[in-house]
């Protein structure tokens, strides 16, 4: 099955920086990557996300990178601002499902003033 | 229209008791998702259901742990004789069914946060 690693856990950056979260995949034929993010105490919502078909994908202050020949993808946020603190968790399908997603470990990101 | 539902919101229980989470996926959703986040952890998948076919029932944890969804809509997931290590925030999503190659969103409900005492 999919095996999804996320790095790094934690990340604190200052306001205005940029953030920078990867995650590696280990089915080649996975071809579809959401990420969600997750305030404290909310549900995970979907942000942002990329099929195989392309490189890169663009959302405002948000990017979702994609390097299928290593098996991996990032998302950069831009210029982060204290709402943006949350944990965010990379997704991959597992091959031949479709609709079943693997989740990465989480990474918490805090942005400080 | 109104998101995903899931209820109780918070749930104390003895070890050794069973209960019953709740879930009312976006009306008009095919897909509804199981998944169970410990503290500090990722979600880990628990069970699939779409349409009227078998649910997917390969990240269960144990014997313990069933669900059912009844008329294609409300889902119930059970958990029997509770252990402490069963603490944890268990969230429902659904989706749509969209055509082969497509991946539809998942909208999540706000959890029910389980406590094995």
């Known amino acids: 099955g999919e095996n999804v690693e996320q790095h790094p856990s934690t990340l604190s950056v200052q306001e205005g920086d940029s953030a920078v979260i990867k995650c590696t995949y280990s089915d080649s034929a996975s071809n579809y990557f959401p990420w969600y993010k997750q305030e404290l105490g909310k549900r995970p919502q979907l942000i942002i996300d990329i099929r195989s078909n392309v490189g890169e994908k663009k959302d405002q202050r948000i990017a979702v990178t994609l390097n299928k020949t290593a098996k991996h993808f990032s998302l950069h946020i831009t210029e982060t601002q204290p709402e943006d603190s949350a944990v965010y968790f990379c997704?991959?399908?597992?091959?031949?499902?479709?609709?079943?997603?693997?989740f990465g470990t989480g990474t918490r990101l805090q942005v400080t003033l | 229209g109104a998101g995903v539902s899931q209820s109780p919101s918070n749930k104390v229980t003895e070890k050794g008791k069973d209960v019953e989470l709740r879930c009312d996926p976006i009306?008009?959703?095919?897909?509804l998702y199981w998944y169970r986040q410990s503290l500090g952890q990722g979600l880990e998948f628990l069970i699939y259901f779409q349409g009227n076919s078998a649910p997917d029932k390969s990240g269960l944890p144990s014997d313990r742990f069933s669900a059912e969804r009844t008329g294609g809509s409300v889902s119930t997931l059970t958990i029997q004789r509770t252990q402490q290590e069963d603490s944890a925030v268990y969230l429902c999503?659904?989706?749509?069914?969209?055509?082969?190659?497509?991946?539809?969103?998942?909208?999540f409900g706000p959890g029910t946060r389980l406590t094995v005492t």
């Open positions: 997704a991959a399908p597992l091959a031949g499902t479709a609709s079943k997603l693997t």
């Open positions: 009306s008009g959703h095919t897909a």
């Open positions: 999503a659904s989706s749509f069914r969209m055509s082969p190659g497509t991946i539809p969103e998942q909208y």
